[in-house]
T-cell receptor
Framework: AQSVTQLGSHVSVSEGALVLLRCNYSSSVPPYLFWYVQYPNQGLQLLLKYTSAATLVKGINGFEAEFKKSETSFHLTKPSAHMSDAAEYFCAVSDSSSGGSYIPTFGRGTSLIVHP | GAGVSQSPRYKVAKRGQDVALRCDPISGHVSLFWYQQALGQGPEFLTYFQNEAQLDKSGLPSDRFFAERPEGSVSTLKIQRTQQEDSAVYLC????????????FGQGTRLTVV
């Protein structure tokens, strides 16, 4: 069965500082990996995805993530935080283990707090 | 519409009341998912449709929860005899046929059971 662990329920950074949100996955078969962002009272919006092509994936709003199979990780980074980046971030994994349905499984989320 | 649409956005139900939540997926999307998101938590899988077929309902927490997608487009999640623990945001997502694509989410329905 697939699963996702997001270390740190809250991450606090200063505006302009590096953002690092951690995600580790468990999957018995090659996975697809996703990062979503959720603003208050909104649905989830895709930031980026890994689908077995390049291991370094670039997404919207300056975010990127690197797939590391040996570490089963897919950490999300951004070189310089903006106030508008404050939101909830979710890592998700899908694979063929769910009867071939590729049902996304989500982590518990990390709340990013950006200080002026 | 261009995105996934869910209605109502907010629903307050008295304990024991039945509720129905609607999801209009993106036109042409084959896959449809329902998730439950408790406050401060990640989305938890409820059920999955491929066209009109409900292929996975392993996440439905009890037999009070029922979902359908009779014509392979609009879906309804029904909760019978609501309980306080059912209070959550219910998210619907749709996806094109390819599993490589991401799921596109609606804004959710916030259900409060009083």
């Amino acid at each position: 069965a697939q699963s996702v662990t997001q270390l740190g329920s809250h991450v606090s950074v200063s505006e302009g500082a590096l953002v690092l949100l951690r995600c580790n996955y468990s999957s018995s078969v090659p996975p697809y990996l996703f990062w979503y962002v959720q603003y208050p009272n909104q649905g989830l919006q895709l930031l980026l995805k890994y689908t077995s092509a390049a291991t370094l994936v670039k997404g919207i709003n300056g975010f990127e993530a690197e797939f590391k199979k040996s570490e089963t990780s897919f950490h999300l980074t951004k070189p310089s935080a903006h106030m508008s980046d404050a939101a909830e971030y979710f890592c998700a994994v899908s694979d063929s283990s769910s009867g071939g349905s590729y049902i996304p499984t989500f982590g518990r989320g990390t709340s990013l707090i950006v200080h002026p | 519409g261009a995105g996934v649409s869910q209605s109502p956005r907010y629903k307050v139900a008295k304990r024991g009341q039945d509720v129905a939540l609607r999801c209009d997926p993106i036109s042409g999307h084959v896959s449809l998912f329902w998730y439950q998101q408790a406050l401060g938590q990640g989305p938890e899988f409820l059920t999955y449709f491929q066209n009109e077929a409900q292929l996975d309902k392993s996440g439905l927490p009890s037999d009070r929860f029922f979902a359908e997608r009779p014509e392979g487009s609009v879906s309804t999640l029904k909760i019978q005899r609501t309980q306080q623990e059912d209070s959550a945001v219910y998210l619907c997502a749709s996806r094109p046929y390819s599993e490589v694509s991401e799921a596109f989410f609606g804004q959710g329905t916030r259900l409060t059971v009083v």
